[in-house]
């Protein structure tokens, strides 16, 4: 009996051995990294440096240099995983692209890109329809031709810009789409893609407001992952559409599902989406006029209609009483009729005339108002007074003046309108349901990955669709099969990928880190060693006890070092992770100053060369400083009537002859002078000059009479007639406090649009070099042709060309106060107290906290016989105790003006990007012993630095700063 239950207590361990080895044969791991022709035992030596002034050797071998690729390259994995599983459609699609017709794809092509589920004897399937007439199938692929034409070209403006809006391009400046531009090259250069200003080809759809880029001018790998997104996306669409009229998901089985999400073509979203965008899209044809307020409406049309105003007998009769009221208010347009395209508004998917008038105008001419319908008195619209005529409407569906339900659409319209919409819904939803057909792709392709560290990362986000591999390649990334076909990655090619994408980067963080490394005793503590190891033990301890909640033990303990760390084992944690990270953040982040003194408690000349420097690009922005105190009035162009000003070079671009055009300008600088008049009127006097604008504004918009003048009211500059024609247009006035929030200085000037900028630092030129110039304690109207304005008579000072003109209208500038900046002369007399004749700068600290032995200081004087010029003490003291987080020894004003003078320079020399660049001098990078490939990237990753100091500009203050043959070599490193 007891040898009977031994034997049955043997098999139930057999039977639980059994089961456990089971159990983790479902979670076992390869723990093996492939390295294909890689010899990691005798690696190849990859880069090479020779440091300029220690004479330094180090050097990157191609084992650790793949190392820190693969950290760093799963995305590319991810791609070229994509690429070979989407090989077929994107091979369509760049078809697709270089075709001029449909007759130059193959049947596979035309397939793959056709919305079909199998091609048959040589008749094509769009939309599950069998189709043989040869003109739908062509304005199919067509239309899809231009879809991802369009989109990759969209794709590559934001990618280039931040942006694809054609209105949002064509308000940038030149010169700050230059900089992106050059910036994005820049980019492409850093991973081996080389690319012209000339490459860059913008073309404008206007119908679309697009900005788009011409990609037939770049090189395929400046877009191929928009391509592969493209490619992912016909294979979504593909499958989406098999699925996209099923109201259940796998019917009849025990996996029935409703479909919610993808059931895309029933007949009420099919009908909804209509009913809101094909039902509405066409052509409004509409007259609309916008007023200030509701008397300027009436006192139009009784101007130009009489007492009788519009002539409601009949539609016609009304259509020409808006006709007569159109051309007299907007006489500068031109004389239009019924017919002309100056009342057309385009309604599409792409753009809606309406709304960029009104939205709420939107409403009332398609929604409020039918053909043939009109307002007959002035109607209060988000505060403005509106008079609408609704002409008539022409609807793309149907070719109808009136909206057609789908239903009432003949029987080959309601047809196509069901294949565009559809389509338009498959395309829009390919995106959000790649991600499903991905992971169903996956489950069918049996997918092995090799590499323990992507296979894990891919596990973690599709674990119910990766089996994990139970084979090892050693030459192989991955593969799988798809349609009986085997592709693969292989190690060597993943190398050169990777290498090209990361390979400059990874070089340069690479020997910055051995080189900071080698200061390790300078930087760091032997228990701050001796505490990292101790966390990497607990880490790995934890790991083992599969405590840790992120990285399960299976992956074993290398592919878990790598993946949390960034590196394959214990030592190489141990030493870039841990030490040599903090060894080059210390090195970059650390400014020696006890090295700029010297034993006789002066500054030392290593100090003397960094000072004179900074000294030279701060000093240099003394001409620079100013402090600017000022309001002004806003002359407003609102043209369209939305309530927002209109830029007045597009405006005057409408008037018809250069007559209209300097009629125009006098009326802006009419109306100029008569506020200007009014504000400086006696009966103001005690007030300041921003409350005389604020209430001028006030009675503007009333049209109240001037008091400067009771024989005219606002409203006779407020609606101007230009000269002898009957053209009339309107303006609305802005009065703004600029200096509520505090003076406007040489940094702050620049977030204003920059002709008000040039027009401010313009007045305070003017302002700082004319003699005795006063400024009333209410403030003076100013200009920088004529300075300040007084009297009644300076009135007629102001012309057009005297007022700053910006996009948003004509600006009347008072100015307040102004100065420049302080003195820096500071002499043993202005040293009242005597306290900054011998100021002793604190450098650091002995170890001995109860003798001041071994302190370390510079005694200096902060005096200074010049005025305008910092001298090296100053700096010194300022820059040492800034950095220190010392309270200032200096005279507060002294102070002040250091801080305006030198904060920029200080920053750039402690910036991280700048002490980048020092080190990749020191370590003699340009020199690097390399193949010309990589050679040529690091050079571009050293420049990338260079252009983030000099912000990009040739002509920067800075530009000298980043020269090799500067010595910034920190004292003890010599």
């Not at 005339?353 to 398609?366: M, P, V």
């Amino acid at each position: 009996m007891k040898l009977f239950k031994k034997v049955l207590s043997v098999a139930f361990i057999g039977m639980l051995a059994f089961t456990f080895t089971s159990c983790s044969n479902s979670t076992k791991r390869n723990t093996i990294v492939p390295y294909g022709s890689i010899n990691t035992s005798n690696p190849q030596t990859v880069a090479s440096i020779k440091t300029k002034t220690t004479n330094t050797e180090l050097s990157l071998n191609e084992a650790d240099f793949y190392t820190r690729l693969r950290k760093n390259g799963y995305d590319v994995f991810t791609e070229e995983l994509k690429a070979l599983l989407y090989e077929k459609e994107l091979n369509a699609l760049k078809a697709l692209l270089n075709a001029s017709s449909v007759n130059e794809l193959t049947n596979e092509q035309k397939e793959i890109l056709s919305l079909s589920k199998e091609l048959v004897d040589g008749t094509y399937y769009v939309n599950h329809e069998n189709v043989t007439d040869s003109s739908i199938i062509t304005k199919y692929f067509d239309e899809i031709k231009e879809y991802y034409s369009a989109t990759l070209s969209k794709n590559l403006a934001t990618k280039i810009y931040g942006y694809n809006s054609l209105k949002t391009y064509e308000s940038k400046e030149q010169k700050d789409i230059d900089l992106v531009v050059e910036k994005y090259i820049e980019s492409m250069a850093r991973i081996g893609i080389t690319i012209t200003k000339d490459q860059i080809v913008n073309k404008k759809d206007t119908d679309k407001n697009l900005v788009l880029i011409d990609y037939t001018k770049l090189p395929e790998k400046a877009y191929y992952s928009n391509l592969i997104t493209l490619a992912e996306n016909i294979y979504s669409s593909k499958k989406l559409f098999e699925i996209a009229d099923l109201e259940y998901l796998h019917e009849g089985t025990d996996e029935e599902t409703k479909n919610t999400s993808y059931y895309l073509f029933k007949d009420e979203t099919i009908e909804s989406s209509y009913d809101s965008s094909y039902k509405t899209y066409g052509t409004y044809r509409a007259i609309i006029l916008t007023f200030n307020s509701r008397r300027e409406a009436l006192n139009h049309v009784q101007k130009v209609l009489g007492t009788t105003g519009i002539d409601t007998t009949s539609k016609d009769t009304a259509l020409n009483s808006y006709i007569s009221l159109y051309n007299s208010y907007y006489a500068y347009r031109g004389n239009h009729n019924a017919d002309s395209d100056e009342f057309k508004y385009t309604i599409n998917e792409y753009i809606n005339d309406l709304d960029d008038i009104s939205a709420s105008i939107n409403t009332l001419i398609t929604e409020t108002l039918d053909n043939g319908e009109y307002l007959s008195e002035p109607r209060n619209i988000d505060n403005k007074y509106v008079l609408a005529y609704r002409i008539d409407t022409n609807y793309d569906w149907g070719n109808s003046s009136s909206k057609t339900d789908l239903k009432d659409l003949s029987t080959e319209d309601q047809k196509e309108v069901k294949r565009l919409l559809q389509q338009k819904s498959i395309l829009n939803t390919a995106s959000s349901y790649a991600s499903t057909a991905f992971k169903e792709l996956i489950k069918e392709s049996n997918l092995e990955i090799y590499d323990p560290y992507y296979e894990y990362q891919f596990r973690n986000s599709y674990s119910d669709y990766y089996e994990l591999s139970q084979n090892f390649d050693n030459n192989l990334i991955f593969k799988f099969e798809v349609n009986g076909q085997s592709k693969s990655l292989t190690v060597d090619n993943f190398y050169k990928l990777v290498s090209a994408k990361y390979g400059a980067s990874i070089i340069t963080e690479y020997f910055q880190l051995e080189y900071a490394y080698l200061y390790k005793d300078e930087y760091v503590e032997n228990d701050t060693i001796d505490s990292n190891k101790e966390t990497i033990e607990n880490a790995l301890k934890e790991f083992n006890k599969n405590n840790n909640q992120t990285y399960p033990k299976e992956i074993g303990e290398e592919t878990f070092l790598f993946a949390n760390y960034g590196y394959n084992s214990v030592d190489n944690v141990l030493k870039y992770y841990f030490t040599a990270k903090a060894c080059l953040s210390a090195y970059k982040a650390q400014v020696i100053f006890d090295s700029w003194a010297t034993e006789d408690h002066n500054i030392s000349d290593d100090a003397t060369k960094v000072l004179d420097r900074i000294l030279a690009a701060g000093n240099a922005k003394y001409s620079e400083l100013f402090n600017i105190d000022i309001d002004h009035i806003l002359i407003n162009i609102d043209d369209d009537g939305d309530g927002s000003p209109d830029d007045p070079e597009a405006f005057i671009a409408t008037l018809a002859n250069a007559e209209i055009v300097e009629a125009f300008k006098n009326a802006v600088a009419n109306l100029a002078q008569a506020i200007y008049s009014e504000a400086i009127y006696e009966d103001y006097d005690d007030n300041d000059m921003i409350d005389n604008l604020t209430f001028i504004v006030k009675e503007f918009n009333k049209g109240s009479a001037l008091r400067s003048n009771p024989n005219k009211t606002w409203d006779d500059y407020k609606t101007v007639t230009l000269g002898n024609t009957d053209i009339t247009f309107h303006f609305l006035l802005t009065a703004e406090q600029l200096a509520s929030s505090g003076d406007i200085t040489q940094d702050s000037v620049n977030n204003f649009v920059v002709p008000f900028a040039d027009y401010v630092r313009e007045m305070y030129s003017k302002a700082s070099n004319t003699e005795s110039l006063s400024i009333d304690s209410h403030g003076n109207f100013f200009t920088p042709t004529d300075g300040k304005l007084t009297t009644a008579e300076d009135a007629t000072k102001i012309t057009y060309d005297t007022l700053c003109e910006t996009v948003f209208g004509y600006h009347l500038i008072v100015l307040n106060s102004y100065s420049g900046p302080s003195s820096l002369k500071y002499t043993e007399t202005n040293d009242t107290n005597g306290y900054q004749k011998e100021i002793e700068i604190l450098i650091s600290e002995g170890d001995d906290e109860d003798s001041d032995d071994d302190n370390i200081f510079v005694v200096l004087n902060s005096y200074n016989d010049n005025s305008k010029v910092a001298n090296i003490n100053q700096l010194f003291i300022y820059f040492v105790q800034s950095q220190n987080g010392v309270s200032s020894s200096l005279d507060s004003s002294i102070n002040t003006i250091l801080k305006s003078l030198f904060s920029e320079s200080i920053e750039i020399y402690t910036s991280s990007n700048f002490q980048t660049i020092l080190l990749l001098n020191e370590l003699n990078i340009s020199d690097i012993t390399a193949s010309d490939e990589i050679k040529n990237l690091v050079n571009i990753e050293k420049n990338y630095y260079i252009n983030l100091v000099t912000e990009y500009e040739d002509d920067s203050k800075f530009a000298s700063w980043i020269d090799d043959s500067l010595d910034w070599v920190r004292p003890e490193q010599k």
